[in-house]
């Protein structure tokens, strides 16, 4: 990825989005807080270039590895992010999931209704993506990840983005039939409605 990164801020190479799943592991973003990782020796951890804190990937998660060129796209680091929050919430509406950001809490998140209400009285949420990039000469690397059916057992092992008061949840948590090729399907047909292109 570093690689071809590279390339790309050179011009050697065309921009590129790279759709994975990775095998159980733990990584951690630059801000990452070693009281967040819970069990160290649940998986492999990985240090990551990222921005951000911890996060688990793993089978059943779509991770999706944005390689653009945000030079041409404005230098505008913000309206970037937020056009990747705008894509997991098109490619979420492919399934009839409403998902939403919040103010002070990185990700996609949705609003839990088949849950019991907090102590507070407000209804859960969940979350559903998360977002985590690099820039190096207005390029940008890492990306976003979508739960579509991991262990969501998983996450136990850290305090996901440094955040204790939520929980995590997936397509198929929620009840929907989802794969990992639909997710791709809606992924790129929902990616020219944000970026005005094709994927």
Request: proline content about 5%; aromatic content about 8%; charged content about 25%.
């Amino acid at each position: 990825m570093e690689d071809r990164v590279a390339r790309i801020a050179r011009g050697d190479a065309p921009e590129a989005i790279w759709l994975l799943e990775h095998p159980a592991l733990y990584t951690a973003g630059t801000s990452a807080k070693p009281a967040d990782l819970t069990d160290p020796d649940r998986f492999p951890v990985h240090i990551s270039q990222r921005g951000g804190q911890y996060t688990y990937h793993g089978p059943g998660q779509r991770v999706v590895y944005v390689m653009l060129d945000v030079g041409r796209r404005g230098r505008d680091v913000r309206r970037f992010v937020q056009q990747l929050e705008e894509w997991v919430i098109a490619t979420l509406d492919e399934f009839n999931v409403q998902g939403e950001i919040r103010e002070g809490r990185v990700g996609v998140w949705v609003t839990r209704d088949d849950k019991p209400l907090t102590a507070s009285g407000a209804k859960q949420e969940d979350k559903i993506a998360a977002i985590g990039i690099r820039l190096r000469k207005w390029v940008s690397f890492h990306g976003i990840s979508i739960n579509v059916e991991p262990d969501l057992d998983h996450f136990t092992g850290i305090v996901p983005c440094g955040i204790t008061d939520h929980g995590v949840t997936s397509l198929v948590d929620l009840g929907l039939p989802v794969t990992m090729d639909d997710v791709d399907v809606a992924l790129k047909r929902r990616f020219g409605d944000i970026f005005g292109e094709t994927l």
